[in-house]
């Protein structure tokens, strides 16, 4: 399996992925879920992918997030990765 060296991995958790969830995150107190953080903008999900692809990250879900626009007829009850221009992350 072609692993990415750590350094690059804690690189980008440091500068992108950690501050996103920082900004994003749901207030514990008023939530009473499982979601992390909300409302993350798509063009990130690759950092995010990248860093929790290691064996020792927590197990996340990422749910899509998008509303229908003229090119994309969204279902009612989810939104397609390709869709989307936000996403949520959860605990599995």
Known sequence: MNQ???????????????????K??????????????SGIPIKYLSYFKEVSNSRRAKPIRYRYRGVSTSSYSRPQSFCHMNGAQTFSVYHR
């Open 4 to 22: 990415l060296p750590k350094d690059r991995r804690r690189k980008v958790f440091e500068k992108v992925v950690n501050p996103l969830i920082l």
């Open 24 to 37: 994003h995150m749901i207030d514990p107190f008023t939530y009473k879920g499982s979601c992390i953080a």
